[in-house]
């Protein structure tokens, strides 16, 4: 089984890091294909470095995707994951995506705690775009971006369990995200100071892919999520261009 | 692994039926102890019938839980789901439940075909519980109840078919459950002819229980979904009171 | 005029308690039938209790209920509530619909107080499946459960009224119901302590449940609450299984 | 125990035909005051005489409220209601009100059956109002206004009768409403054509009203409909400045 | 061009100050007729008012609404803003209207500082009927009655920004209106002391009202806005009663 | 006054048709500078297309929004509106936003009618994310993609009129936008053919943005929409870059 796994910032090692994460979860057989960003920011923390991203991804999948069979888009927010999935006929899951829907089933209503607060809006909006919005009870910030958070892991579980608590508090948030590639695999490490279950995004992520290609659902004929129809296009990388004008 | 199937109904026909269904998709070192409620209706298709089989799920996971690894509450709707989180300390997964996630992340809008008309505004009442009552495009009821279904799948077929292709069309549906232990198994019959995803529910349960059960998140400390304080009962099963007075 | 009271819990000195809160607001023609649990927890503050205690409520109107002219349930949070109104041919009213709609005439807003935290998540699901989610305010929680509350009633009303006042104050509420039998006849004492109105949730019960039968609605012959189609059963009491098979 | 009945518009036939509906629902005791627009259209079929009759329902509480123990706003969509239940020390009933709440608490959804096709987005704003807008299937609307149906009441039934079954059958109501003055007193004779509750918007104003009555709650000091801080007014009614400039 | 200028409260010397506001936006060609309510109360801070306030506005238009192309309703909150919708024949403009759809435009949520703690439900229901509740971060009241703000508008600033700060740090909302007459043209010297846009509810909706007769939209010929069906009245104004008669 | 029109699109003739509709809405003193996407789908009918058009959009505003003093997003669907209102200094409007806020002016609910069926959901995650996805009726497709409607636009308007009267009769639309650039200009055409407001897309789009330009608000130092953190890039364009390192 060969899964890609793109990152579309531009740091390679966050793609690094998310890929350390997440090995440990891969059945032996797998062959995982890292790519990170072929052009963007450094890292997603403004609506407009996440739209670029976006773009990024489309780009990476259309140059790596052909044989894989599944799409695992690495960075918490989940830039271009509707476009994934419509464009790809195999199964797409993000971190974002794919930790919200297990924190939805572990509670009623559930918090995100990660670093960069131009996320508070961003997050909510993308859980709206997902039907998950009424279920989101906070937003906690607790670094300017994922980036400084992944210099330093050891010092923040301190730091990170205490914004858990303080969201479970003051919220009533019945489980709690730590998104974002940079905090990747600690969710571990907060998980014993904090009373409610405290999800890993990087290990939901990988899980929900996982589940998903035991029986992959067939690609839709119609809907939201059909392929596209052909379309001619200027200015794009080669494969991506022959990938939409024959989707 | 040890996973305790629960049919809160009285219908051990309909026991075997699920177990059947799902049979192919556990793992060989599996060992599923199917049990069928010890008292209620023969099949549920009403409030009252589901009122009585929630108790009858809980009686059955505390005669028979004790040991297991995880629980699958197989019968559409889910009677007693949220109360049997609350008192395991394992995974608890239902089929309504699983199968209503795994449509939302198929489609902006999904609907529900199943037996029994009774079921809609009882499935609009509980995806609510769920947080995802703005997701379903329409409960379409195509026979009295799952149990006639039951008797006669092969003739179901085109009439299921029709069933999903009609909500398609007209409430623009992105995917469809066929929903009910007296319809497991015939998805995959049904899928040629439609051109959305049509998802099993009693597949999508123990898809969703397996993998929650890759890596079980701890039981809650607090919230929602932690263990009830002790009480004291009267008139109950041994098992279930002792649960109850020491859970 | 025969009126059921059941108490879905088992101890009778609460279905005492709520008998002496209602008995003045009962007009002098009305036999007043009271019921208490036959199964299940001693007092209902978890969703494993409440959903057995929905199992009972059935088991005693199917007892006691054939010629009763309306049944009042009198438990808060109201389990069982609707499959009684599928069940019964007369009028059925639960203390928390009852309170909560009350409550929903007078203000844009409410707060509940009650004792018990789990309730704050239980409450706000049954506050969804009445369509009356959007209006509550918050759920204040004073105490483990009603049980303790009902124990000691004087030391009790200045508590209340704080919990009241800080609910007003923090959340905007424009109403506040003490809810439970267990503070059952406490509004009174506890109203002048506070600006906004203070609702009894046993009283409002009683209320609704006499100016419904001054002219009852017919039963639906369709709907969410006609009576459901027969169906056997298995286990259960004789009454309860004829009801079934019968309805 | 005395009661005024405001009919907010200027016919006077239009209170008589309330009186009439009302009159055998009220206990022996009662002196009803009915009271009719001193000013303001013929009847009430757009937001332009609905805002008008809002005025004319407060200037009719000024002069003849004084001694009333409860007010009841005789006209389908309440103008003025939430300002008169501000400004009244006592209980204030508004016939859509009422029959609302009614509906919602014996279905999941209900219709309104109306005249005027112009309240279909007028009653939508008013449910919303109330936090009920959810809870509406449809605004089913059958003649031009409630005044033509009131000069030909017997040819109507079956009309009426039509529109319910249709708004049930397209719309999945679980109630209907009949709902203005105009078509008060028809509810019994269309029920038995139709499968669900048929509600009269007048008699559920007065029962809702009486209940009330019986143990009447405490006027709120704080809070959406305390009384207002007085004001001064310029050409209004003697007895309304008074009421507006010392509360 | 010709604008009618409506403050349906009593006080013409609040007209006056809205003009003083509102006259440096005006381009030079601009006739612009103030008129004050000729009854009702001297502001608006209660349900009561704002109901006689509607009545009032609708009258004022009926008197000097004829040669007029566009109508600017001068009272925060908005009296009669639909009803003037429906009934005239050009654009009307309603000061909280217009802030509130420009607010909702720069910001996902934004709250609204205003003068009568009354306001806070007043205003929630008034969005509501917009359809733009779900945008209202929170109304914060600063002063018992605009009336009051108006007679000490230096000295109010300071006030007025923490009351923006406060709401953009606690409910964070991107963007403040200062709502009402009385705060009018305060808005740009709070804003250097608040990090998110600060909007003049006078000035916006002068601004839409002009941008609205740039190029006007047709009368709708049905629906929610379209002219009502002639209605004969009793005990209006003689211009009142021929416009509901000959709309 | 300097305006940057930028089609995000790859079709030049798309621009011109856009510019054409535009050109008579400018003041005089207006310069247009209309700018085509320099890479990207020739059309917009895709989430994948609308994605990489977002990073067009902002590489398009990076080259030539230097000295604007205002921006047109013209591209139906409004790829990249967030992300650019985030990294301009000035005002963006986009012809959807634009469209849908006056739209939600003139009626309680709206239809779209637009060209290519994957508009439908796509439009209505778009509506969810301004907040405006409860006041849309129905989108309405008509022809495969826009660019079609574009080359016959003669024979167009019969159609079009008859999608706009189907939606207005079926699903209650108050007001009714032709979205898209490829129906810029036909509104007035469809508009005496059909009872309620007909929007063209096009145009409320340049109209918005002239009327925000007449005062500016101040760009936001906080929230949302405040200038994002400057960050590194790799592989975008020099001007692109620059602007992320240097917002």
Redesign the interface.
Known sequence: MRLLLINPN?MPEMTALVVRAIQP?LPPETMLVPVT???????I????????A??AA?DAFAEHGADCDGVYLACFGDP?L??L???ARVPVIGMA?ASS?LA?????RFSIVTGGE?W??ML??FL?????A??LAAVETVA??GADIARDPDGSVTLLAEACNRT?ARD????VILGGAGLAGLAARV?PHV???V?CSA?AGV??L??TL??P??K???????L??P??????SDS?SRL?AN?
Not at 45 to 52: G, K, P, Q, T, V
Not at 104 to 108: F, I, P, T
Not at 172 to 175: C, D, I, L, Q, V
Not at 220 to 226: H, K, L, N, V
């Open positions: 531009t979860h960003g072929r052009f963007g920011a450094q890292y923390a403004s609506r407009s470095a996440a739209a670029i976006a773009h489309l271009g509707l476009a999935k419509e464009l995506e829907r939805a089933r572990q509670a009623e131009r508070g809006p909510r909006e709206g775009s997902l039907g998950l009424g279920r300017p971006t479970v009533g948030a019945g489980a998980q009373s409610v279950p999800i290990e899980t929900m996982l589940e035991r029986e659902p067939a839709p004929q119609s809907g939201d999520f059909a596209p129809a379309v001619g296009s200027t200015g794009l991506l939409l989707p």
